[in-house]
T-cell receptor, first 116, second 114 residues
Framework: KNQVEQSPQSLIILEGKNCTLQ??????????LRWYKQDTGRGPVSLTI?????NTKSNGRYTATLDADTKQSSLHITASQLSDSASYIC???????????????FGKGTKLSVIP | EAQVTQNPRYLITVTGKKLTVTCSQN?????MSWYRQDPGLGLRQIYY???????DKGDVPEGYKVSRKEKRNFPLILESPSPNQTSLYFC?????????????FGPGTRLTVT
């Protein structure tokens, strides 16, 4: 069964510090991996989309890495801000089998709290 | 402005009273999807649609119906809501689900069934 495991479940850091969130997956075959940011009570917003050939991708202070061999990804946040407080969700896409749709497998997310 | 809208944003209802949550997108996207999000379980797909008149079940379709009569709209119907359908619901759309199509989520509908 395809699974996406995220760690830690929750994390509290001081404003200005860096942090790294982990995502391990068993999805195979693999199409791409996405990181989303979800503010409390709001819809997820895409941060990065990475294909198997991409090792690193940045979006401002967010840097995602992908190791398709070990099926691991990380999201590194640099110089955290209070506005980074949110849940971060890892989503892995598998190509369709037959005429169906791409299949998305969602992680349960890491809840990040940035405190002053 | 490109967006996915949902209505209502909040709804409290009673068991068995049929309800519809509307979803609309203005990006001419082919792919639309409904998710529910529950504490500790993450986002789970209810139904999706790859185009007009093409819908299919996701991971948790029981108790829900959808329709896709127009490209922009994808309503979620609960014919006989039950308390276990109390949840936060998100509609999403994308150009397709091809490798790099970005998925846009609506603001969410918080449903409480008593």
């Amino acid at each position: 069964k395809n699974q996406v495991e995220q760690s830690p479940q929750s994390l509290i850091i001081l404003e200005g510090k860096n942090c790294t969130l982990q995502c391990n997956y068993t999805v195979s075959p693999f199409s791409n991996l996405r990181w989303y940011k979800q503010d409390t009570g709001r819809g997820p917003v895409s941060l990065t989309i990475m294909t198997f050939s991409e090792n690193t991708k940045s979006n401002g202070r967010y840097t995602a890495t992908l190791d398709a061999d070990t099926k691991q990804s990380s999201l590194h946040i640099t110089a955290s801000q209070l506005s980074d407080s949110a849940s971060y969700i890892c989503v892995v896409s598998a190509p369709p089998s037959g005429a169906g749709s791409y299949q998305l497998t969602f992680g349960k997310g890491t809840k990040l709290s940035v405190i002053p | 402005e490109a967006q996915v809208t949902q209505n209502p944003r909040y709804l409290i209802t009673v068991t068995g009273k049929k309800l519809t949550v509307t979803c609309s997108q203005n990006m001419n996207h082919e792919y639309m999807s409904w998710y529910r999000q529950d504490p500790g379980l993450g986002l789970r797909q209810i139904y999706y649609s790859m185009n007009v008149e093409v819908t299919d079940k996701g991971d948790v379709p029981e108790g829900y119906k959808v329709s896709r009569k127009e490209k922009r709209n994808f309503p979620l119907i609960l014919e006989s809501p039950s308390p276990n359908q109390t949840s936060l619901y998100f509609c999403a759309s994308s150009l397709g689900l091809a490798s790099l199509s970005e998925q846009y989520f609506g603001p969410g509908t918080r449903l409480t069934v008593t």
